[in-house]
């Protein structure tokens, strides 16, 4: 047994040697027979040769201390072969000296690097310590404890002095606490031990939140070391103490457990699932956020059954009670029914029916009038006004019955859309029928049907309306259409004019390039044609001997221009999945089609125009269909047109028309080029004097020349969103809203004196308009679907 206390620190040689001239008069202080030969302790650790045995005895200690060498360097490689198939950082092994051997400690307002050189050599560590790591230590022990024991109570101590301990590669750092977590310490999981001191351990949780969890195991660890949550894999990583992770692990392990949420499916034997199951849930329905109390109730028209989720099995156990109660078998069941329709139109999904029970198809011309076709000749058109022409009303006549009109074209996108999905001859009216025991009758007002079927019909009728009356989800289409188109032109000319020497009458000439000179306007400079003009005007040529002989006239004329477009258009759209939709953004630009004079009596006459009005801008008409794979099925049809105020013609004015009809296949949020034009043309004109034009040189004076070049770069791109909840929808919205509300603020006018101060409107903050977290509304009460059971004779209601 070794004693260490602070004097001893001090003077260690001494100590040493008292200690061995303690152990040898001990020896011989006994009685009976050969003392044993005891070797004596040093502070290096390793046993002493006894005085009076000579050279036999060092050789033997010589001998052993080998061997023990040998047998600590076989534990050490056996421990790091067995942490390199688990993945466990090795456990320190400790010196066979004074490490394995019980000690007593005494030491009372000793310094702690002396403490730490002590029970270095008593329990085979190495310590390393921060020069930080200062003051006095007082440990004691009363009797003999372990050497590891002894090591515990040193990181005790340590610890309430600020300092920690922290095992990296086999040596025992002493630093600061708050340093103790950014060093390299053991890393262990939950159930394999990661050291004494500072380690770090990792909790995979299987049941609960790990981030859920940091709130409630924050105040177990010391407030400098971290603990933190992964959500990727629900893992909670703390840094502490030792004996604290353990506790930690001890809280873990009670708190995630498996909870008491209770799942159960109940078959319903006589009544309709989905209608039991909005009754459950209206009647389990618990004010509060207690999660015990909570019930889920969704019935599942494929297997006729209902699916419980509650908190608790108290909740559940009653959820049970009530559906057998309300599943019971009636003593006077009544074939007739009342279903109530939450998303599908009463009209269509009888038709749907009637398809069904009767094998008969929608006969033409019926149903909801295809809402028209998206090709050119049904969504758009063009209308006719004035005497003698009536193709705006009889277009918009013949558009109800989901036809073209009279009129055609694209001029009857709206009338033609809106009206012909009513249906034939726009009838909205109810659809009611009876094929094999079974009659419906659909009421668009209430939107419910009424079905009078035997049970075993009506469970499959049932079955079949649940599944069509769902939600459809809606489809954003963003379409871009960039237009780039770039004009250059280049011309020149000379124009010759030639009068007699009265300046009454023109006798010959050269009108080239466009033009010509104006005799009547001398003196201004308004009937230049366009361009730069060099000549003279007006004068005559003087031949010397003869005189003035000609009133000559002459222009030179040169032209360059160059121009260019460039237009983006971002057409948005919103529609239902499997719904065509238009929308038109432009002008409705009138043109005369037609003109005559009538005779009025007399010398009067009376002149007549007919007007034919056009749609000129942009439109884009689109029918989408969302599979259950994610794709959006697209049919397209699109238009760019306007008015080319350049082009020249007589016979009225010139529309530019750019159209796309096709169909496209698309992944939610694909953007897709759609079709573009690429043009690039080249135009050359001359006109010239016959003879004088072709002569070198001098025949340029004789001559016009006109180049230009167009080039013209259109493109057309589209990118459909899938909306199936609100949150998605909300999110387009307000990206949308707050686009158009920067907008409006970018136009607001400056301060100008002295104009009076004035703001132009402007759309409210988003949060104020349609709040970002809007409090859920309450529940509207559902009509639960009902049994209308007929009077018997001479009963009363």
């Known amino acids: 047994m070794k004693r260490f206390d602070g004097q001893g620190l001090r003077r260690p040689l001494r100590h040493g040697v008292a200690i061995s001239l303690a152990a040898v008069l001990a020896a011989c202080s006994q009685s009976g027979g050969t003392p044993p030969v005891i070797p004596a302790e040093s502070e290096l650790g390793r046993p002493m040769a006894q005085v009076g045995q000579g050279d036999a005895l060092a050789e033997r200690e010589r001998i052993q201390a080998q061997?023990?060498?040998?047998?600590?360097?076989?534990?050490?490689?056996?421990?790091?072969?067995?942490?390199?198939?688990?993945?466990?950082?090795?456990?320190?092994?400790?010196?066979?000296?004074?490490?394995?051997?019980?000690?007593?400690?005494?030491?009372?307002?000793?310094?702690?690097?002396?403490?730490?050189?002590?029970?270095?050599?008593?329990?085979?560590?190495?310590?390393?310590?921060?020069?930080?790591?200062?003051?006095?230590?007082?440990?004691?022990?009363?009797?003999?404890?372990?050497?590891?024991?002894?090591?515990?109570?040193?990181?005790?101590?340590?610890?309430?002095?600020?300092?920690?301990?922290?095992?990296?590669?086999?040596?025992?750092?002493?630093?600061?606490?708050?340093d103790a977590k950014l060093l390299g310490g053991p890393v262990s999981d939950a159930d394999r031990p990661g050291g004494n001191g500072m380690v770090t351990r990792t909790y995979r949780l299987q049941y609960e939140n790990a981030v859920n969890l940091i709130p409630v195991l924050r105040p177990i660890v010391s407030p400098s070391n971290p603990i933190n949550a992964y959500p990727g894999n629900n893992t909670v990583v703390v840094t502490d103490y030792a004996?604290?992770?353990?506790?930690?692990?001890?809280?873990?392990?009670?708190?995630?457990?498996?909870?008491?949420?209770?799942?159960?499916?109940?078959?319903?034997q006589n009544g309709i699932a989905t209608d039991i199951a909005a009754m459950v849930a209206e009647l389990m329905e618990s004010p509060g956020n207690d999660v015990a109390q909570k019930v889920a109730v969704i019935g599942d028209p494929r297997s006729n059954s209902i699916i419980l989720r509650?908190?608790?099995?108290?909740?559940?156990?009653?959820?049970?009670?009530?559906?057998?109660?309300?599943?019971?078998?009636?003593?006077?069941?009544?074939?007739?029914?009342?279903?109530?329709?939450?998303?599908?139109?009463?009209?269509?999904?009888?038709?749907?029916?009637?398809?069904?029970?009767?094998?008969?198809?929608?006969?033409?011309?019926?149903?909801?009038?295809?809402?028209?076709?998206?090709?050119?000749?049904?969504?758009?058109?063009?209308?006719?006004?004035?005497?003698?022409?009536?193709?705006?009303?009889s277009g918009t006549a013949t558009s109800s019955n989901g036809q073209s009109g009279s009129s055609g074209g694209y001029g009857q996108s709206g009338g033609g859309l809106l009206s012909a999905a009513k249906g034939q001859g726009g009838q909205e009216g109810a659809v009611a029928f009876s094929a094999n025991g079974v009659t419906v009758q659909a009421d668009t007002t209430t939107n419910t049907l009424l079905i009078s079927a035997p049970d075993p019909l009506y469970r499959n009728l049932r079955e079949v309306i649940d599944l069509?009356?769902?939600?459809?989800?809606?489809?954003?289409?963003?379409?871009?259409?960039?237009?780039?188109?770039?004009?250059?032109?280049?011309?020149?000319?000379?124009?010759?004019?030639?009068?007699?020497?009265?300046?009454?009458?023109?006798?010959?000439?050269?009108?080239l390039g466009g033009a010509?000179?104006?005799?009547?306007?001398?003196?201004?400079?308004?009937?230049?044609?366009?361009?730069?003009?060099?000549?003279?005007?007006?004068?005559?040529?003087?031949?010397?001997?003869?005189?003035?002989?000609?009133?000559?006239?002459?222009?030179?004329?040169?032209?360059?221009?160059?121009?260019?477009?460039?237009?983006?258009?971002?057409?948005?759209?919103?529609?239902?999945?499997?719904?065509?939709?238009?929308?038109?953004?432009?002008?409705?630009?009138?043109?005369?089609?037609?003109?005559?004079?009538?005779?009025?009596?007399?010398?009067?006459?009376?002149?007549?125009?007919?007007?034919?009005r056009e749609e000129v801008g942009l439109r884009l008409n689109v029918r989408p269909q969302i599979s259950e794979g994610g794709t959006v099925k697209l049919d397209i049809y699109q238009e760019v047109s306007s008015v080319d105020e350049r082009a020249d013609n007589d016979a009225g004015t010139v529309t530019n028309k750019r159209a796309i009809d096709t169909s496209i296949l698309l992944d939610d949020g694909q953007i897709m080029v759609l079709g573009g034009l690429l043009q690039d043309s080249f135009i050359q004109s001359s006109e010239a004097v016959p003879g004088l034009g072709s002569l070198p040189g001098i025949g340029a004076l004789f001559r016009g020349d006109r180049r230009s070049r167009t080039k013209t770069n259109l493109m057309v791109f589209l990118r459909p969103y899938i909306i199936r909840d609100d949150s998605v929808g909300r999110s387009i919205t307000l990206n949308r809203y707050d686009f158009i509300?920067?907008?409006?603020?970018?136009?607001?006018?400056?301060?100008?004196?002295?104009?009076?101060?004035?703001?132009?409107?402007?759309?409210?903050?988003?949060?104020?308009?349609?709040?970002?977290?809007?409090?859920?509304?309450?529940?509207?009460?559902?009509?639960?679907?009902?049994?209308?059971?007929?009077?018997?004779?001479?009963?009363?209601?």
Request: without cysteine; glycine residues 12%; hydrophobic residues 35%.
């Open 67 to 178: 061997a023990e060498r040998q047998q600590r360097a076989a534990q050490a490689q056996r421990a790091q072969q067995a942490a390199h198939r688990t993945g466990t950082p090795p456990r320190q092994a400790r010196s066979a000296g004074l490490g394995d051997q019980p000690v007593q400690l005494n030491f009372v307002e000793a310094d702690i690097p002396a403490v730490l050189r002590a029970l270095s050599r008593a329990t085979g560590r190495q310590f390393l310590a921060d020069p930080r790591v200062k003051g006095q230590l007082t440990l004691v022990s009363e009797g003999e404890v372990p050497a590891h024991t002894a090591y515990d109570m040193l990181l005790a101590a340590l610890r309430m002095q600020g300092f920690s301990v922290v095992e990296v590669g086999g040596v025992s750092q002493v630093v600061p606490e708050a």
């Open 243 to 268: 004996e604290n992770l353990e506790r930690v692990a001890a809280i873990i392990a009670n708190i995630d457990v498996p909870g008491s949420i209770d799942t159960d499916v109940v078959p319903v």
């Open 310 to 393: 509650t908190g608790s099995p108290e909740r559940s156990e009653l959820a049970r009670q009530l559906i057998a109660k309300l599943d019971s078998a009636q003593g006077n069941p009544s074939n007739l029914h009342v279903v109530y329709l939450r998303n599908a139109q009463a009209n269509k999904l009888a038709q749907a029916l009637r398809g069904l029970l009767t094998g008969e198809g929608e006969s033409a011309g019926q149903g909801d009038g295809s809402r028209a076709q998206l090709n050119g000749g049904n969504l758009g058109g063009s209308t006719q006004s004035g005497t003698g022409s009536s193709g705006s009303s």
């Open 468 to 511: 069509l009356d769902q939600r459809r989800a809606q489809v954003v289409i963003e379409s871009l259409i960039v237009e780039v188109s770039e004009d250059d032109t280049s011309e020149f000319g000379i124009q010759w004019q030639a009068g007699n020497l009265a300046g009454n009458g023109w006798i010959g000439g050269a009108n």
């Open 516 to 612: 010509g000179i104006n005799t009547g306007a001398k003196n201004s400079i308004d009937a230049l044609p366009g361009g730069l003009s060099i000549g003279k005007v007006s004068g005559g040529v003087d031949i010397p001997g003869i005189g003035r002989v000609l009133d000559l006239k002459v222009l030179a004329r040169a032209l360059k221009s160059k121009g260019g477009t460039n237009v983006l258009s971002t057409p948005n759209l919103l529609t239902l999945d499997n719904e065509a939709a238009s929308i038109f953004v432009g002008q409705t630009i009138p043109f005369v089609s037609g003109n005559y004079v009538t005779n009025g009596g007399g010398t009067s006459n009376n002149p007549f125009q007919t007007i034919e």
């Open 741 to 797: 509300r920067r907008a409006q603020g970018a136009m607001q006018p400056e301060h100008k004196w002295p104009l009076t101060d004035m703001q132009a409107p402007q759309l409210p903050p988003a949060e104020q308009a349609m709040p970002l977290n809007p409090a859920a509304p309450l529940p509207a009460p559902q009509p639960r679907p009902m049994r209308a059971v007929p009077l018997r004779p001479g009963e009363q209601p």
